[in-house]
């Protein structure tokens, strides 16, 4: 069944008309997402008949409240579906708590609290590291409460991110059963998907019971004894799993390896036409790129060789070639068009016309043709023959501003302010990571703390804001918080931006620059990145912030961190292009952020550490930039070159990279 652009008016009928060992492929072409594959199927056993949508390694059931809208016939985007978020809570104790906690502790204990989060058909908790299973089928048995916590519109891939990024935090050794449990996790991840944390009277137990003689002396012995039960692996039948690979979580990271790695790296899928129409319209899609059609039959031997290669070279090529997958055996139009007589025969196309033909189950010559075909078709950019020290490789690691301020003195800044209850909770987090690290330091109420910055925007004045921005800054570089306020519904850190834009040259230095740096402490979360990138508002935003600070010809220490911005902006932008992605950030932007880091590098002779920031940026903006695009123009118009090498005479200590950026100018 080939793979049309858009689903069909009737979608609903043809979906459900295929038997159960159909696997149909539907690509969704958006302006927000990058391609992405639905498959059908109908999990075992068989009898179930249970539908199942599966987006890339992710499950969530087929239902007229997700995927499919029954009444107009559509399929809908499943980045986009609510989901139902409910806490499932156990009893580690098994009833065992009830009996002997009054008469043991001096306190009555209702139960051993272990929490979990459903939803999207998959249970998320913590123990031997992130771990998931299908809902009530972990070793735990069976909830004895389920606690609905209400819904999410975030998309799929965008809540695995934020559980990605949890991984350094909720580790297998991480875990403690008093002081950072599954029910720490559940309340984090609560509280990014629905704005609100899980039941006090759970999160509270452990430190009722450490409160009580007793129970502060038997907590190491408990903590031990309970480890076999709260971290014992998850049956696996019982991992949720789509086209036999796993979805299971160790510490954060997927066993199958492919679901976080598909953010970066979207796999191929080979298409499988059974009509002339069909395979018409997928060499049609690749005119601009090159295709293989692989003629195959169910009835031959040899061409099961090479289905494993072929599969392979599909992932590898993602969108840069379309593979196509013809069994002859069933597709009997495609077969009388074409003519071929032997299997396994492979047919390629190079911008629409016909490049090449041969037979034969050869691993080797199939691998060698179509990489070949491949490199045909997207030659290597010039940039890629040249060797540079900084610029080929991936800079993942952005700059950020953690440096703790003197909290008293900040909050005595604020005024009145400074008792409110926000800030004693943001005070209280600030300490208890800076003390015990983030594993010690549970979040406070993330949407209470967004509503009292947005008051105190309209309220405080100009000057007391820096101290409350301040303290902000600082919460961010954790990436549970700053992961949060990238779904901020209410958009705080967009409003302190265009705070600071609107006041212009009347913004006080302090409030500029805590500004900049709590914008750089963003990228710590790997969803705030594209949001600076590419997201209209925060782009817009970003840039305006930047620019204006750059040339800020009067306080050093906003320049750098401007520069340090302007870096970590165009570094995320260049691990696109390395992994052969799209720009996230769009030419005209791109543009604009050469020209102000150009001028800004005109201008720069008192820091060293502002103009490595700009000589990187420049570099990685125009690092395997489009040739005929309007960022080589630019550069060509300005005398981009002549600019870089005047740096080397400042400082001397940046010539490797000033020769660096002199080439990738040429």
């Not at 039960?229 to 039948?237: E, K, L, N, R």
Request: glycine share 6%.
């Amino acid at each position: 069944m080939g793979r049309p652009h858009r689903p069909a008016p009737n979608i609903v009928e043809w979906w459900r008309s295929f038997p159960s060992f159909y696997t149909i492929h539907i690509e969704a072409r958006t302006q927000e997402y990058m391609n992405y594959s639905f498959l059908k199927y109908f999990s075992q056993p068989w009898n179930e008949r249970r539908e199942t949508l599966v987006l890339l390694d992710y499950q969530m059931p087929l239902d007229s409240s997700s995927a499919v809208d029954e009444s107009r016939g559509e399929l809908r985007d499943p980045l986009c579906c609510i989901m139902d978020v409910q806490l499932y809570v156990y009893d580690l104790s098994k009833g065992l708590a009830r009996q002997v906690s009054g008469s043991l502790l001096g306190i009555q204990i209702d139960a051993v609290y272990h929490t979990s989060l459903v939803l999207g058909g998959i249970e998320y908790f913590f123990g031997a590291g992130v771990q998931t299973s299908y809902p009530g089928a972990t070793h735990h048995g069976k909830p004895i409460q389920v606690i609905p916590m209400g819904q999410t519109q975030l998309p799929l891939e965008v809540v695995l991110e934020y559980l990605e990024s949890l991984k350094t935090i909720y580790t297998m050794e991480s875990y403690d059963l008093f002081l950072h449990n599954c029910n720490n996790f559940s309340n984090d991840f609560a509280m990014f998907l629905v704005g609100k944390g899980i039941p006090d009277h759970i999160t509270s137990l452990p430190q009722t019971v450490l409160n009580t003689p007793f129970g502060q002396m038997l907590k190491p012995q408990l903590d031990q004894a309970m480890r076999g039960v709260t971290q014992a692996p998850i049956p696996q039948p019982n991992v949720p799993s789509t086209n036999g690979q796993r979805l299971g979580m160790s510490n954060g990271a997927t066993t199958s390896g492919a679901a976080f790695k598909g953010k970066e790296h979207i796999p191929g899928v080979v298409y499988k036409p059974s009509k002339i129409s069909q395979l018409d319209e997928l060499l049609a899609s690749a005119k601009n790129t090159c295709a293989v059609i692989f003629f195959t039959s169910a009835t031959c031997p040899p061409c099961k060789l090479v289905y494993p290669a072929f599969d392979e070279l599909a992932a590898a090529a993602g969108n840069k070639a379309v593979l196509i997958k013809v069994d002859l055996s069933e597709a009997y139009e495609i077969g009388a068009k074409y003519q071929v007589r032997v299997t396994p025969t492979f047919w390629t196309y190079l911008k629409g016309e016909k490049e090449n033909e041969w037979e034969g189950a050869s691993e080797s010559q199939l691998r060698g043709n179509v990489n070949l075909l491949i490199q045909m078709a997207h030659p290597a950019h010039p940039h890629t023959l040249l060797r540079f020290t900084t610029l080929q490789r991936p800079h993942k690691q952005p700059v950020t501003y953690g440096k703790m301020p003197p909290l008293d003195k900040l909050i005595a800044k604020l005024g009145p302010s400074g008792f409110d209850t926000s800030v004693t909770a943001l005070k209280e987090f600030i300490t208890n990571r800076q003390n015990s690290g983030a594993v010690d330091a549970p979040l406070p109420s993330l949407p209470s703390i967004s509503s009292f910055l947005l008051r105190s925007l309209k309220t405080l004045p100009i000057e007391t804001l820096f101290p409350l921005v301040d303290l902000f800054r600082v919460t961010l570089i954790d990436p549970r918080v700053s992961g949060y306020f990238a779904q901020d519904p209410q958009q705080c850190v967009l409003a302190i931006i265009t705070k600071v834009i609107q006041l212009g040259s009347t913004c006080p230095y302090q409030l500029r620059i805590v500004t900049l740096q709590l914008v750089c402490n963003l990228f710590t979360s790997p969803l705030f990145s594209p949001k600076l990138l590419s997201d209209g508002n925060y782009s817009t935003s970003a840039l305006q912030l930047v620019t204006s600070s750059l040339l800020d010809a009067t306080h050093q220490p906003v320049r750098v961190a401007a520069a340090s911005l302007a870096f970590n902006i165009a570094a995320f932008n260049h691990q696109k292009r390395l992994y052969d992605q799209d720009d996230l950030l769009s030419e005209d932007n791109q543009v604009e952020y050469m020209a102000s880091v150009l001028e800004a590098i005109g201008k720069e002779k008192e820091s060293k550490d502002g103009m490595r920031g700009l000589l990187l940026a420049a570099g990685l903006l125009k690092y395997r930039a489009p040739e005929d695009g309007e960022l080589k123009d630019l550069c060509e118009a300005v005398g981009a070159k002549d600019i870089i090498s005047q740096a080397k005479g400042l400082f001397g200590e940046l010539r490797d990279l000033v020769k660096d950026v002199e080439q990738v100018m040429d």
